[in-house]
């Protein structure tokens, strides 16, 4: 994983990403009712055993060094990765596979798994342990880990909406707004990388919030010529608005964290 990274930057990404790619591609199947040639496929059920497994070892992990965000990451990712296995194919991925492999329709659409309830339940409750962890600690990677996390708009819709990741909902779309803003924030107010600051800058944060952290990414790199750009071209618009009457901007930058113009939900 590259936290610099456009893709791939956690343990989330990588296992969303594979999910993805299996989908398209068709290589993601339920189990054959007739006899075929399945080389290069994998059974749904067999995949979900098999990140079982992984998760009973990534569980130990975390009781041996809880302080490991690595650890905790593919503990959930792979939670969640089973739970996205378990719910079934989303209609998109099911036409691209029937397009892709020669074989009846019915053979090749992936239905609910019968223990997707269980699984979204564990999945849940690892969900909250790992977030009310990051909480508790003052680490920009935790940060990092959880806002990836939130970006898995499937799972995260799963967790919620288990019938249909389709769906959404106003209030439960806003907590997650709000949650994925606060960690944004405090990953790139710590790390002060140019990956950190473009994260904010693309989020459409309120100003203040951008000029605070280029601020500190100032104070840490006062050589940067690009974040001198940034500052001047923020305060600039700070200083023109100032003089215009009647300006409200004060009273938007109040909800600084409730106000993300999140292009990823």
């Known amino acids: 994983c590259d936290p610099d990274a456009s893709e791939n930057r956690t343990p989330f990404d990588l296992v969303s990403n594979m999910l993805t ?10 189990p054959p009712r007739t006899s075929w040639d399945s080389r290069g496929k994998v059974i749904d059920e067999m995949l979900v055993n098999a990140m079982q497994e992984a998760v009973a070892v990534f569980r130990k992990c975390i009781q041996k060094d809880p302080e490991n965000v690595d650890h905790w990451s593919w503990y959930v ?16 991925a099911a036409s691209s596979a ?54 898995w708009r499937r799972a995260i819709f799963l967790l919620h909406h288990p ?65 001198w750009v940034w500052l001047i071209d923020s305060l600039g618009s700070v200083g023109s608005l100032s003089g215009r009457k009647g300006d409200t901007s004060c009273s938007h930058r109040k909800n600084a964290m409730s106000e993300e113009r999140s292009t990823w939900w």
């Open 21 to 30: 790619s299996m989908e398209k591609d068709g290589s993601l199947i339920p």
């Open 77 to 92: 990712a792979t939670l969640l990765g089973m739970l996205c296995v378990a719910f079934g194919a989303p209609p998109s």
């Open 98 to 151: 029937h397009q892709n492999v020669d074989v009846e329709s019915e053979q090749t659409e992936r239905r609910r798994l019968d223990c997707f309830r269980e699984i979204r339940s564990i999945a849940s409750i690892a969900l909250m342990d790992f977030v009310r962890f990051s909480h508790s600690r003052d680490c920009p990677m935790f940060c990092l880990a959880v806002l990836s996390m939130l970006e």
């Open 163 to 227: 019938r249909s990741f389709s769906v959404t909902n106003d209030e439960f779309g806003t907590e997650v707004r709000r949650l994925h803003a606060y960690h944004t924030y405090h990953w790139a107010s710590k790390v002060c990388s140019q990956t950190a600051l473009a994260k904010v800058q693309q989020l459409g944060f309120p100003r203040d919030a951008f000029i605070d952290i280029l601020a500190r990414a100032l104070e840490r790199n006062p050589c940067e010529r690009k974040n």
